[in-house]
């Protein structure tokens, strides 16, 4: 059974696919064209609905809800204008949020994990890292105040002001780049392999930094934080941040801060023609049969040895470029669409389309590209196999340099992982609570128009039958049932349909203005799991 997303474009039973019933046969490709100019999906999922109830089978169109623009701008832009929406949101907050709502939700992937989070929290050990590096500069610390949210200033004239922050950190030097270009100089004195390993865990030093401004500024800083490629292919971070905080601190913090990625080492290569085999439950040497050290082995020698160091340090470059804002002014909405600007391209995008292979920037991408793909993601990675090592929790299957993990590809060049940190009492929601929200502005102004909305969780996959069962049963369609312009041209009745009635409504309720206000409609509403009404937002 599949579960069913929030947003579903159109079931076989709507009028919509009744007038679909035979697809022109148009081109693919003018079809995708016209899908996008539509705003609709462009690579849509097709899948089969069954109620078990009446026995009633239907074919349902759902958007593939990508992030990346190279998959399908309808869904990225989308995305994205949701991201502009929950940055707008929380950046300048004046209430503080109820504890309750820093309780885990669902759907929570992007959020920051709770409390502070050691160099080792992934591996699960206790770690030797409490003690500051000797070379590491001092950092600012404040008695903390028990707020999120900045402080307001009065002016002589009384207006109240609300500062925020815009801070922009990047990754230090690997050598010298070509001005202009984002190429080195030399690529032969390239730090490739240090490039490589802070893209992977460029994430981890951005928590550590929050973690170090938080007793700098002494508030629990809240902050919205975009990463985002630079030219010369490294990952550098905006990030919003609410309450006004001193210059001094910011970069002190900067530069006193550092992450130490307390693993085996992983410097020599041990397996690079031959490949360690699977055998009596545990990854040998192809030869000898002898049992490579586990994981856990591997940390043990780590923590007993009083010499080992960690397998990477990384900091932050010297670099850091800070802003004040004030709340409701027009720099505040610019930033906002800068800081989400390039959230929908991928890592290796600025190197743009139609490089020819062998020139610089094709070499450059394909360097990074080589260094990403071997390197171990997380301590379950195959890639550890290469150095000797059985991977965390190794079970059969594992080879070095297939690791499913997105952090190897050349598109996302090391960086598999988020690329929107949000911190906890942003706004107290999750991603798919802004979904809601926004489909409820729209149902709101249906409802009022007294337009009948599409009965809500109709198709939910938690919707009982009275045996007790699901009532709903999904499925994927087997190919060659579905046909692709069949599903766009659907989507695109379907969406017509909705407008048509959504404008109709804001005519009837004389309400004007953008589809999405800033106001929330909901209140703390668990997010159903709901068919056909969330389209609304969807496709509109
Ligand atoms: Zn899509
Ligand atoms: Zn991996």
């Known amino acids: 059974m599949v579960e069913v997303p929030d947003d579903v474009a159109v079931a076989q039973d709507s009028r919509a696919s009744r007038r679909m019933r035979q697809p022109l046969e148009w081109d693919k490709a003018m079809v995708a064209g016209l899908a996008e100019e539509q705003g609709v999906c462009v690579r849509p999922l097709v899948r089969r609905l069954v109620d078990r109830v009446t026995g009633e089978a239907s074919t349902v169109v759902l958007p593939c809800g990508s992030t990346q623009e190279s998959r399908c701008t309808t869904c990225a832009k989308r995305a994205r204008v949701l991201r502009m929406h929950q940055c707008a949101e929380g950046w300048h907050s004046i209430d503080e949020l109820p504890d309750t709502d820093l309780e885990p939700t669902i759907g929570a992937g992007d959020q920051e994990p709770d409390g502070d989070e050691d160099d080792g929290g992934e591996s699960g050990r206790v770690v030797r890292s409490t003690r500051r590096r000797g070379d590491a500069a001092d950092l600012p610390v404040r008695r903390m105040d028990a707020r999120t949210v900045g402080r307001c200033f009065t002016a002589a004239d009384g207006k109240v002001y609300r500062p925020s922050m815009f801070v922009t950190l990047t990754l230090p030097s690997y050598g010298r780049i070509v001005r202009g270009q984002g190429v080195p100089v030399d690529p032969g004195r390239y730090n490739y392999r240090r490039a490589a390993l802070d893209a992977m865990h460029f994430s981890k030093l951005v928590d550590r930094w929050v973690q170090n401004l938080r007793r700098g500024a002494g508030f629990k800083v809240q902050y919205f934080a975009a990463i985002e490629p630079q030219r010369r292919l490294a990952p550098h971070v905006h990030v919003a941040m609410r309450g006004a905080i001193e210059r001094q601190v910011i970069r002190a913090v900067t530069r006193g801060t550092y992450f130490q990625l307390w693993w085996p080492s992983f410097d ?255 209140t703390a509403r668990t997010p159903r799991r709901q068919c056909l009404d969330t389209q609304a937002t969807g496709t509109l």
Not at 343 to 357: E, N, R
Not at 390 to 404: N, V, Y
């Open 268 to 522: 020599v290569p041990l397996y690079v023609h031959r490949s360690p085999v699977f055998i009596d439950g545990a990854y040998r040497d192809p030869d000898t049969h002898q049992e490579l050290k586990t994981w856990e082995e591997a940390l043990a020698d780590l923590d007993q040895n009083p010499d080992s160091k960690p397998a990477h340090v990384m900091r932050l470059g010297s670099q850091v470029d800070v802003k004040g804002i004030l709340a409701g002014t027009k720099d505040a909405d610019r930033t906002i669409s800068y800081l989400t600007k390039y959230l929908a391209k991928s890592m290796s995008s600025p190197m743009g389309d139609g490089q020819q292979t062998g020139s610089p920037t094709a070499k450059h991408h394909d360097r990074l590209a080589a260094e990403v793909r071997w390197l171990p993601c997380t301590p379950g990675c195959g890639n550890w196999l290469r150095y000797g090592i059985q991977p965390k929790d190794a079970g059969p299957g594992l080879r070095a340099g297939s690791c499913p993990s997105k952090a190897h590809d050349a598109e996302h060049l090391g960086l598999g992982g988020r690329r929107v940190l949000v911190s906890r009492k942003w706004t107290g929601k999750t991603l798919d609570v802004h979904r809601a929200d926004r489909a409820a502005v729209v149902r709101q102004v249906l409802e009022e128009a007294g337009v009948q909305v599409a009965e809500r969780d109709r198709c939910a996959a938690d919707v009982l039958a009275p045996d007790g069962e699901p009532r709903f049963v999904w499925s994927e369609l087997p190919p060659g049932e579905s046909s692709y312009n069949a599903a766009i041209f659907a989507q695109i009745l379907q969406r017509q349909e909705w407008r048509a009635q959504y404008d109709k409504a804001k005519r009837a309720t004389g309400r004007t203005g953008s589809l999405v206000d800033n106001r929330s409609a909901t």
